[in-house]
Nanobody, 125 residues
Framework: QLQLVQSGGGSVQPGGSLRLSCEAS????????MGWFRQAPGKEREGVSC????????LYADSVKDRFTISRDNAKNTVYLQMNSLKSEDTAVYYC??????????????????WGQGTQVTVSS
């Protein structure tokens, strides 16, 4: 069964940092672009960041640019999202997802076919 298993997340004060991990189980993610999405209460799911299969291309939403960093370790079959300088508006459930293709060009949800279980990130003082 193809799965993406997420870990990390939790609660942090504004200005703090968290790292999310997303490990593929039962398959290899080497050939696929990977993305991170988030959904805050009452809002639609939005794309946060994505990375190409090679890791050479990345994309960030304007709201997280220069604060979040996406990376991948194909040897560990894992993708990461390092989140720094967190703000209250970053509070959401975060999901990782694998792209049908190797590229990372946008955040069209229908391009992503395997999703993680979601993990809560809460930024509050």
């Amino acid at each position: 069964q193809l799965q993406l298993v997420q870990s990390g997340g939790g609660s942090v004060q504004p200005g703090g940092s968290l790292r999310l991990s997303c490990e593929a189980s039962g398959w290899r993610l080497d050939y696929y672009g990977m993305g991170w999405f988030r959904q805050a209460p009452g809002k639609e799911r939005e794309g946060v960041s994505c990375i190409s299969a090679s890791g050479e291309s990345t994309l960030y939403a304007d709201s997280v640019k220069d604060r979040f960093t996406i990376s991948r370790d194909n040897a560990k079959n894992t993708v990461y999202l390092q989140m720094n300088s967190l703000k209250s508006e970053d509070t959401a459930v975060y999901y990782c997802a694998s792209n049908r293709f190797s590229s990372c060009s946008d955040f069209t949800p229908s391009d992503y076919d395997v999703w993680g279980q979601g993990t809560q990130v809460t930024v509050s003082s």
